[in-house]
């Protein structure tokens, strides 16, 4: 009974041992500071006589450090496509530079190049009708007007002549009635036909009426709007780069269908000069001022240290953005967002995305 006893005993002091450490760890969370066993390392003698060393030292206790990821130097830009479609074109790689303006992706648009087309035949034809209403008739047609005019009055006097000397001879019963009938209605019909004739002309030397002009007006108005929407719809389709900068990624190839709900298109930034975004941890944030020295160190590159200095101090406690793969690191902790500008020369060596340490010294 002793021997259970004591059996019992010993695996509840071991299992409040292990309660124990891990309610430390996850209250207490990953410490950033470096141990005294890593300065101890670092400060090891491991190069040869008449070698350089090389090797990077721990960081001091007075910096703080944090988890922090490479971006350009303003941020990542996603570019995403304005309506949603087919991919037609890729005009870009992945790596290239571009100019604000430029177009990445062509998306398929053979049904709105026929829409510009007909739209801008549709303007071209109503901008002929309104110089015309403007205008008036060209000199040409002025002058046949006047001619047909003329022409009308000479019938006219011409059948009043016939007329006349039908009725004389009706009188002395030399000519019948239906003579005289048919004789009175041409010199009616040719008399009309000069007014009418008359009126055109000098409707024709006078020009278009106001109120032709303003229709002749509103329907070149209506033309060019709707040739302008046709180009607005295909220019929707150009997807153009709103930055100068380089791609870093391209997420669809050509034949795809996108839309502008789901992923960007592109992702592009300014890579000529790097920063790092440092989670700083909320204990820390009385030691952070703007212009302090700093520097990040990658896995990728152990023994170099890439320089810069704070730029930028974010004004609002939030949640972590570089998470490690240490599985008792706490999320539930808060952070502040603060920016590292890297000298140039570190846009060389890193890439956006990377995850990096960084460190931030004191403000001299």
């Given at each position: 009974m002793k021997r259970f006893s004591w059996k019992v005993y010993l695996g509840a002091v071991v299992l409040a041992a292990m309660l124990l450490r891990i309610t430390?760890?996850?209250?207490?969370?990953?410490?950033?500071?470096?141990r005294d066993s890593d300065r101890k390392t670092a400060q090891r003698q491991s190069t040869a006589a008449g070698q350089k060393d090389t090797r990077m030292s721990a960081s001091p206790s007075n910096?703080?450090?944090?988890?922090?990821?490479?971006?350009?130097?303003?941020?990542?830009?996603?570019v995403a496509a304005a309506v949603a479609?087919?991919?037609?074109?890729?005009?870009?790689?992945?790596?290239?530079?571009?100019?604000?303006?430029?177009?990445?992706?062509?998306?398929?648009?053979?049904?709105?190049?026929?829409?510009?087309?007909?739209?801008?035949?549709?303007?071209?034809a109503a901008a002929a009708d309104y110089d015309k209403a403007v205008h008036g008739q060209r000199r040409e047609d002025v002058q046949a007007a006047i001619g047909d005019a003329e022409s009308a009055r000479a019938r006219a006097l011409q059948s009043a002549e016939v007329r006349r000397r039908i009725e004389i001879a009706a009188s002395g019963g030399a000519s019948t009635k239906d003579d005289l009938d048919r004789a009175r209605r041409q010199a009616e019909s040719d008399s009309a036909a000069a007014v009418a004739a008359d009126a055109r002309s000098r409707a024709t030397s006078a020009?278009?009426?106001?109120?032709?002009?303003?229709?002749?007006?509103?329907?070149?108005?209506?033309?060019r709007g709707r040739r302008d929407e046709a180009a607005g719809n295909l220019?929707?389709?150009?997807?153009?780069?709103?930055?100068?900068?380089?791609?870093?990624?391209?997420?669809?190839?050509?034949?795809?269908?996108?839309?502008?709900?789901?992923?960007?298109?592109?992702?592009?930034?300014?890579?000529?000069?790097l920063r790092a975004r440092i989670d700083v941890d909320e204990r820390d944030i009385g030691r952070?001022?703007?212009?302090?020295?700093?520097?990040?160190?990658?896995?990728?590159?152990?023994?170099?240290?890439?320089?810069?200095?704070?730029?930028?101090?974010?004004?609002?406690?939030?949640?972590?953005?570089?998470?490690?793969?240490?599985?008792?690191?706490?999320?539930?902790?808060?952070?502040?967002?603060?920016?590292?500008?890297?000298?140039s020369a570190s846009a060389r060596v890193l890439v956006p995305g990377l995850r990096v340490t960084g460190y931030i010294g004191p403000n001299k």
């Open positions: 430390t760890s996850l209250f207490a969370g990953p410490s950033t500071a470096p910096m703080i450090a944090g988890n922090a990821i490479i971006e350009p130097s303003d941020r990542e830009t996603k479609g087919r991919m037609g074109r890729v005009l870009v790689e992945e790596g290239q530079q571009v100019a604000r303006g430029a177009v990445l992706v062509q998306l398929d648009d053979a049904p709105e190049r026929a829409a510009l087309e007909a739209a801008r035949g549709d303007y071209a020009g278009s009426r106001p109120e032709d002009i303003a229709a002749a007006r509103a329907r070149l108005d209506a033309a220019e929707r389709l150009s997807v153009r780069a709103p930055i100068d900068g380089q791609v870093l990624q391209l997420k669809y190839r050509a034949g795809e269908y996108v839309s502008p709900s789901g992923d960007p298109i592109a992702v592009m930034g300014d890579t000529r000069t952070v001022a703007l212009g302090a020295p700093a520097f990040v160190t990658a896995d990728a590159y152990p023994q170099q240290r890439f320089q810069g200095h704070v730029v930028e101090i974010g004004r609002r406690m939030g949640r972590k953005n570089v998470r490690t793969d240490d599985p008792t690191e706490r999320i539930d902790t808060k952070i502040l967002e603060t920016v590292i500008a890297l000298d």
